[in-house]
């Protein structure tokens, strides 16, 4: 079974043997961060110009979106620097809330304009292209589930993340599900609606909150360091820039697969609600509070949709 924490433990020793990183360490403290900053920023400004040039605004935008989206998983795990665990049902809570913000964001940023391009592009056939979008984006994170070994939300309501294997699996279920995430914002943005996208970007960028605090708490209670903890949990969102890139590139360079890709991302968003999250927020009986917290977090986004509009 792929080992994910010692598959990062081998990747982390070749690092540090490299000359170049052993160069950069010599440096005193002050000029060493100096370095990585300069080189950090320089090689922003080589994948934002790139894209800038090839693509154009849109595709720039998409992209930062869908990172900013990403990192919000870091900000979801800060708790867990003061925290060693927190209250089941408070974690239930935000995990309802999140819930109906993808609800709300699939329903209003992904399906409802996706039919309206599928009409434009297929006229009488928008809502059959969009549903098979909907069913190739289930099948996908359906078989994604079967063949990658992983743990599911399940796990943390059964209190069974008890080792790093467990953990590392787990991890990987959520990386799993972020790729579509993120791949949905930049579907989003790749229509050319830059509403949408904004919209989409928070919503995802909310339900990423409780995912990082599932990743990074565990971790604090096996005796991880704690920043250490903070930093795994960001890089679980870090796989959403990926996934959005491809989909805001793919829908710009083939505008004719936009109602496809809109409907895709939003079966895997479904198919992420219904199978982790809403069992989640169901298990040990504490359904109502969820419920209701659904229904708020639905609610927000249905008027952050209008206000944006």
Known sequence: MFDIQAFFERYYLRLQAHPQ??????LPTLQRWGAIAGLFIASQIVVFGSLYLLFGKIVVVGFLASILAGLATGVGAL?????KD???????????????????????SLLVPGMDYGEQIWPGKGLLIVSAGMLLGALFLHFADEKLPHLHFD???DESLDSLQKISLFIIAITIHNFPEGMSVGVSFGSGDMKNGLVLSIAIALQNLPEGLAVALPLVGLGYNKWKAVAIATLTGLVEPVGGLLGITMVTVFSSVLPVAMGFAAGAMLFVISEEIIPETHARGRSRVATFSLMIGFIIMMMLDKILG
């Open 21 to 26: 990183y052993l160069r950069l360490m010599m």
């Open 79 to 83: 708790p867990a620097l003061f925290f």
């Open 86 to 108: 927190i209250s089941p049902r408070l974690f239930n809570s935000m995990l309802g809330a999140a819930a109906g913000v993808m609800l709300a964001a699939t329903a209003f």
């Open 155 to 157: 796990a943390v309501a």
